[in-house]
Protein backbone atom coordinates (compact mmCIF):
# COMPACT_ATOMS: atom_id res chain seq x y z
CA UNK A 1 0.00 0.00 0.00
CA UNK A 2 1.15 3.73 -0.53
CA UNK A 3 0.43 6.68 0.79
CA UNK A 4 -0.03 10.11 -1.13
CA UNK A 5 0.50 14.18 -0.06
CA UNK A 6 -1.44 16.18 -2.07
CA UNK A 7 -2.44 19.52 -2.82
CA UNK A 8 -4.40 21.08 -4.85
CA UNK A 9 -4.27 25.15 -5.78
CA UNK A 10 -6.40 27.37 -7.63
CA UNK A 11 -4.34 30.17 -9.40
CA UNK A 12 -6.18 33.58 -10.27
CA UNK A 13 -9.17 32.97 -8.26
CA UNK A 14 -11.13 36.10 -7.68
CA UNK A 15 -10.81 35.76 -3.84
CA UNK A 16 -7.64 34.67 -1.52
CA UNK A 17 -10.03 31.78 0.28
CA UNK A 18 -9.15 28.47 -0.73
CA UNK A 19 -11.68 26.31 1.48
CA UNK A 20 -14.31 26.03 -1.02
CA UNK A 21 -12.18 24.28 -3.40
CA UNK A 22 -10.79 22.01 -0.85
CA UNK A 23 -14.62 21.22 0.21
CA UNK A 24 -15.05 20.23 -3.56
CA UNK A 25 -11.44 18.17 -4.03
CA UNK A 26 -12.35 16.58 -0.32
CA UNK A 27 -15.42 14.80 -1.28
CA UNK A 28 -13.71 13.22 -4.17
CA UNK A 29 -11.55 11.52 -1.69
CA UNK A 30 -14.81 10.85 0.09
CA UNK A 31 -16.12 9.29 -2.40
CA UNK A 32 -13.53 7.26 -3.32
CA UNK A 33 -13.53 5.00 -0.43
CA UNK A 34 -9.64 5.55 0.17
CA UNK A 35 -8.49 5.93 3.80
CA UNK A 36 -7.13 9.68 4.08
CA UNK A 37 -5.96 12.36 6.70
CA UNK A 38 -6.81 16.04 6.09
CA UNK A 39 -4.41 18.42 7.54
CA UNK A 40 -3.68 21.97 6.98
CA UNK A 41 -1.33 21.74 3.72
CA UNK A 42 -2.79 19.16 2.22
CA UNK A 43 -4.39 15.79 2.02
CA UNK A 44 -2.98 12.30 2.81
CA UNK A 45 -4.62 9.64 0.96
CA UNK A 46 -3.59 5.63 1.09
CA UNK A 47 -4.55 3.29 -0.96
CA UNK A 48 -3.22 0.79 -4.26
CA UNK A 49 -0.71 3.21 -6.28
CA UNK A 50 -3.22 3.04 -9.12
CA UNK A 51 -6.20 4.26 -7.15
CA UNK A 52 -3.40 7.25 -6.32
CA UNK A 53 -3.05 8.65 -9.12
CA UNK A 54 -7.31 7.95 -10.34
CA UNK A 55 -8.00 10.24 -7.17
CA UNK A 56 -5.41 12.57 -7.82
CA UNK A 57 -6.39 12.92 -11.35
CA UNK A 58 -10.21 13.55 -10.40
CA UNK A 59 -9.17 15.92 -7.69
CA UNK A 60 -7.00 18.12 -9.98
CA UNK A 61 -9.48 18.20 -13.23
CA UNK A 62 -12.45 18.83 -10.37
CA UNK A 63 -11.00 22.47 -9.90
CA UNK A 64 -11.37 23.30 -13.31
CA UNK A 65 -15.27 22.94 -13.61
CA UNK A 66 -15.17 25.85 -11.36
CA UNK A 67 -14.12 28.64 -13.66
CA UNK A 68 -10.37 28.33 -12.51
CA UNK A 69 -8.49 28.67 -15.46
CA UNK A 70 -5.10 26.93 -13.69
CA UNK A 71 -4.62 24.88 -10.79
CA UNK A 72 -1.08 23.95 -9.48
CA UNK A 73 -1.09 20.87 -7.95
CA UNK A 74 1.54 19.24 -5.73
CA UNK A 75 1.88 15.32 -5.10
CA UNK A 76 4.19 13.06 -3.09
CA UNK A 77 3.96 9.81 -2.80
CA UNK A 78 5.43 6.87 -0.75
CA UNK A 79 5.14 3.40 -2.14
CA UNK A 80 6.41 0.94 -0.30
CA UNK A 81 6.14 -2.76 -1.24
CA UNK A 82 7.80 -4.76 2.01
CA UNK A 83 4.72 -3.65 4.30
CA UNK A 84 1.13 -2.09 4.67
CA UNK A 85 1.17 1.49 5.23
CA UNK A 86 -1.59 2.61 7.46
CA UNK A 87 -2.58 5.96 8.73
CA UNK A 88 -0.18 7.61 11.14
CA UNK A 89 1.87 4.79 10.77
CA UNK A 90 4.86 6.83 10.18
CA UNK A 91 4.55 9.11 12.61
CA UNK A 92 3.78 6.37 15.44
CA UNK A 93 7.06 5.11 14.36
CA UNK A 94 8.95 8.29 14.44
CA UNK A 95 7.35 9.19 17.94
CA UNK A 96 8.32 5.51 19.17
CA UNK A 97 12.04 6.76 18.99
CA UNK A 98 11.89 9.77 20.51
Known amino acids: MACM ?3 VVP ?3 KT ?3 SSYVVDVLKIVKDSNLDYQLTDMGTTIYGDI ?7 QR ?9 VKR ?3 IIKIDDRR ?11 S ?5
Do not use: R, W
Not at 61 to 66: A, G, H, L, P, R
Open 5 to 7: EIS
Open 11 to 13: LGT
Open 16 to 18: ISL
Open 50 to 56: SSLFDVA
Open 59 to 67: MHESVFSKN
Open 71 to 73: VYT
Open 82 to 92: DKSVKPGSKKQ
Open 94 to 98: VEEKL
